[in-house]
């Protein structure tokens, strides 16, 4: 492909604006051609609709990289309703190339980034192997050795990236159709202004190094849980170098035994989840591509470019929320939304739909039993919350999910759905009751922790 990312904002809109057509026409011819065909046929022409729309996915979206290549990935964890059921996982394989697989830009264009903000790659690093092991929507990763024998993962920038992302943003409000799918009340101002401040967030590689940094603190010598430390001295605003972590993929997490998933499952949850609600930050990029298994069995998290603050009383707003659905006090969350906003008292929406629609949305954290998630579980729960169709939830269409729980739902969505691909179980209500009712860990993982917390404050 080529070496330098599409940047301007008419070339960018009219490849997205190809790419509508193309499904359209494809859905549209596929469907004439199946007319009358026997059932063999129809799972052929079926199964080769999903691969081609899947294909002209990758290539589009994957090729424009930036912005345009993040709603590929986010689409990625999902078997959205795009495809017949039946095909759907061939769909969804095929896109996930977007989160682990993304076209690749040569070595030497890559290489003049990289040295650009570091100077010679022979005065930095001591070897530094070419080929890339990740390509993510803005940037690749490289491995390397500094000079000092320290393994490092070595994140850069694509060329122009950051005009490229920043022409995706001036076509936001384009963007807002597709992102309907993935992200509630898109089309809102507010809330658009939110989403660009995030993604143009994800630029900042100095900013990124320093949060990094930050957590792999936080999880200093952590019982279960490792975040390789950014090397600050050698992160720019092109280039971020990190510890590497020598680990398994998602890929070979999934083939684990149940016990070792449903463990690997309360820790991806105490990460991506508690952490907004004990700490007041939280990671709004969790996907499978971020998730890896070190050789000592603790589970390492990559990538904070989307790592958010959130402002307590926010936290607190969400956590009052929760256990007013919790405890079915659908007059109290009622209330709750119509004050914040969320609800206009116009509209006819009923204490009872919130209540069930919460419970549709985010139920995983308030039944207080054990729960199989799958990925027909997690995607109905998403789709449901982001985009409530349904009868059932036909007077939610008006909600207005303010600006600053944009991410935080993302999170909490997309975290639901990492799961769902894990098919992981447990009772996520006796984890939650943390944060929820700051009561004692339930789990023995929890107590291990709270005892590691425990000696740390000493």
Avoid at 214 to 231: G, K, L, N, Q, T
Wanted: hydrophobic share 40%.
């Amino acid at each position: 492909m080529a070496d330098r990312v599409s940047k301007g904002r008419l070339t960018r809109g009219s490849q997205l604006g190809r790419l509508a057509a193309g499904q359209a026409v494809r859905g549209v011819g596929t469907r004439l051609s199946m007319i009358g065909q026997p059932e063999e046929a129809r799972r052929i022409l079926a199964e080769r609709s999903s691969l081609q729309a899947a294909q002209q996915l990758v290539t589009v979206l994957g090729g424009m990289k930036g912005a345009a290549m993040k709603l590929g990935q986010m689409l990625s964890v999902l078997d959205v309703d795009l495809v017949p059921e039946s095909h759907r996982e061939l769909f969804r394989g095929k896109l996930a190339e977007l989160r682990d697989r993304a076209p690749v830009v040569s070595f030497t264009a890559m290489r003049k980034v990289i040295e650009d903000d570091l100077g010679p790659l022979a005065r930095v690093f001591a070897e530094f192997d070419e080929t890339p092991i990740a390509a993510a929507s803005i940037g690749q990763v490289y491995r390397a050795r500094l000079h000092d024998g320290r393994a490092v993962a070595v994140k850069a920038k694509y060329p122009r990236v950051d005009e490229a992302v920043q022409a995706d943003l001036r076509n936001l409000e384009f963007f807002s159709k597709l992102w309907k799918s993935a992200l509630p009340s898109a089309a809102d101002a507010g809330v658009l202004d939110e989403i660009a401040r995030n993604i143009s967030g994800e630029l900042d590689y100095v900013r990124e190094a320093r949060t990094q940094h930050r957590v792999a603190m936080r999880h200093r010598d952590h019982p279960f849980i490792v975040v390789p430390d950014s090397i600050e001295e050698y992160c720019a605003p092109n280039v971020l170098v990190t510890e590497f972590l020598e680990a398994e993929s998602f890929d070979r997490i999934q083939a684990l035994p149940d016990d070792d998933r449903n463990r690997i499952g309360e820790l991806i949850y105490r990460f991506y989840i508690c952490s907004l609600f004990t700490d007041y930050e939280f990671c709004g990029d969790p996907h499978p591509g971020n998730i890896l298994l070190d050789a000592s069995g603790r589970l390492g998290f990559v990538d904070f470019g989307l790592y958010n603050h959130m402002d307590p009383a926010h936290v607190d707003f969400e956590r009052t929320a929760l256990r007013a659905a919790g405890e079915h006090r659908a007059d109290d969350l009622y209330q709750l939304w119509v004050e914040r906003g969320i609800i206009d008292p116009r509209a006819g929406v009923t204490p009872q739909e919130c209540l069930e629609y919460v419970w549709a949305a985010a139920g995983w954290h308030l039944l207080d039993e054990e729960i199989a998630i799958t990925p027909e579980l997690a995607t109905g729960a998403v789709i449901l919350a982001v985009n409530p169709r349904s009868v059932e939830f036909r007077g939610m269409r008006k909600q207005m999910l303010p600006p600053e729980h944009v991410f935080s739902r993302r999170a909490d969505l997309f975290t639901f759905a990492a799961l769902g691909q894990l098919r992981t179980r447990g009772n996520w209500h006796g984890i939650a009751r943390e944060w929820l009712y700051d009561e004692p860990p339930a789990t023995e993982i929890g107590r291990e922790i709270a005892r590691w917390r425990a000696a740390r404050r000493m």
